[in-house]
Each structure stands twice: as structure tokens, then as C-alpha cells.
């Protein structure tokens, strides 16, 4: 199994960036599909980008395209999603999730996740 930690949440401005990491345990992070996925108050755990194992295929949520980019640096056992033009419908806290096998898009095919990290845009 692999445990997750993500951290680089915080408050931006309409426009602004961040950039949100997820470090991962184990010395087999690469044989995992990675996820970020977000949670507005009272709302769903939303699907927000995924990359595959080696890094080749991502994915991503049509509200976010164009504007995040997930990578992955496998020898750091770490997942990044870099977040520009932040907009405060962006707000929410993001999660990161892995899964072993294949890249999915789906909140319940992943089963390892962090404990979340904030992040929050002002108007």
C-alpha cells in the first residue's frame, strides 16, 4: 500500500497560482495511477485531474482544462498540480488519491488517499 501527504494549499487571488504537491511512501509509487480530486462545502468529492503510471496520459476535468497541470516525478515518489488562473470557483479542498493499475477517472476506483489541503480564492 502507499500512504499520501499533500501540501502547498492557501489563499490566492482571482488569477493567481499554486502549486499543490503530493509525497508518497513505498519504493513502488510508479506502479500506481494517481488522482486529484476536490470538495467544495456541501458539495461532491469532484474528479479534477489523474495521470497514469508513467506520467504519458492525463486527464482532466473540462473546468480545469487549460488552466492546471498534473505531473509526476516518480523518483521523488511525488505528484504535482500546478493550479493557474485560479478562479474562487476553484476553492475547495484537494485531495490526492492512487489506485494500483490503470488510470481512472471515478472517486471510488481509487483507495489510498491524503488528508486534503486547502485551497481557497478570493474575488
Known amino acids: 500500500q502507499v500512504q499520501l501527504v499533500e501540501s502547498g494549499g492557501g489563499l490566492a487571488q482571482a488569477g493567481g497560482s499554486l502549486r499543490l504537491s503530493c509525497a508518497a511512501s513505498?519504493?513502488?509509487?510508479?506502479?500506481?495511477?494517481v488522482g486529484w480530486f476536490r470538495q467544495a462545502p456541501g458539495k461532491e468529492r469532484d474528479f479534477v485531474t489523474a495521470?497514469?503510471?508513467?506520467?504519458?496520459?492525463?486527464y482532466y476535468a473540462d473546468s480545469v482544462k487549460g488552466r492546471f497541470t498534473i505531473s509526476r516525478d516518480n523518483a521523488k515518489n511525488t505528484v504535482y498540480l500546478q493550479v493557474n488562473s485560479l478562479k474562487p470557483e476553484d476553492t475547495a479542498v484537494y485531495y490526492c488519491?492512487?489506485?494500483?493499475?490503470?488510470?481512472?477517472?471515478?472517486?471510488?476506483?481509487?483507495?489510498?488517499w491524503g488528508q486534503g489541503t486547502q485551497v481557497t480564492v478570493s474575488s
Open positions: 495521470i497514469s503510471r508513467s506520467g504519458s496520459s492525463l
Open positions: 513505498g519504493r513502488t509509487f510508479s506502479m500506481y495511477a
Open positions: 488519491a492512487a489506485r494500483s493499475g490503470v488510470t481512472r477517472t471515478t472517486r471510488d476506483d481509487y483507495n489510498y
